[in-house]
């Protein structure tokens, strides 16, 4: 009997020293198992923002399809100009109190300035300046040369040749309603 109370003291003390080790080793990681952890850690982080910038920039594709889609959609059906506004960082400032009042203000020059129909759509984009994009009927202005997304100024400065293209591939609606710019037949 000695021999089996002597087991099961020496069992019973070294089933004790274990347990401490194993809970002394997890409440006081070493240097090394501690750096591990925390690059375990980093690379979880990282992981999780780079799932959540995916699904952001899923987020935006999709937005900007839709835009895109439904300033097309508007310049096939219309003799208009489909306007894509990409807001960005830029809006609102000084001139502009809303993405929506600039969007008027473009809309208003065409039709004041070329008599020209026009509607706008916007999309949010996290860029520092505001792009615009054009679409004219089947096209979008400077698609050809990978121009199509312009800057406020370069945009202006498309206006009467948007404005040109337009007339030229849709004639027919030109002389509905303007007479005048009908070509003789």
Request: aromatic share 8%.
């Amino acid at each position: 009997m000695k021999r089996d109370n002597w087991n099961t003291r020496v069992l019973s003390a070294l089933g004790a020293a274990f347990f401490a080790a194993s809970t002394l080793a997890t409440a006081a990681p070493t240097p090394a198992v501690a750096e591990q952890k925390a690059a375990n850690d980093t690379s979880v982080a990282q992981e999780f923002a780079a799932n959540q910038t995916a699904m952001t920039r899923d987020q935006e594709l999709k937005q900007l399809g839709a835009a895109s889609y439904a300033a097309g959609k508007y310049a096939r059906e219309n003799y208009g100009i489909g306007i894509l506004i990409h807001v960005g960082k830029d809006i609102p400032n000084k001139h502009f109190a809303s993405a929506d009042h600039f969007g008027r203000a473009v809309v208003n020059r065409f039709k004041k300035k070329y008599g020209v129909d026009s509607k706008y759509f916007l999309r949010q984009n996290d860029a520092r300046a505001t792009g615009i994009t054009f679409h004219i009927d089947d096209f979008v202005h400077g698609a050809n040369n990978r121009t199509e997304v312009k800057n406020v100024k370069e945009a202006i400065d498309a206006m009467t040749e948007v404005v040109e293209y337009l007339k030229a591939t849709k004639p027919d609606r030109v002389a509905q309603i303007d007479p005048a710019l009908a070509e003789p037949k």
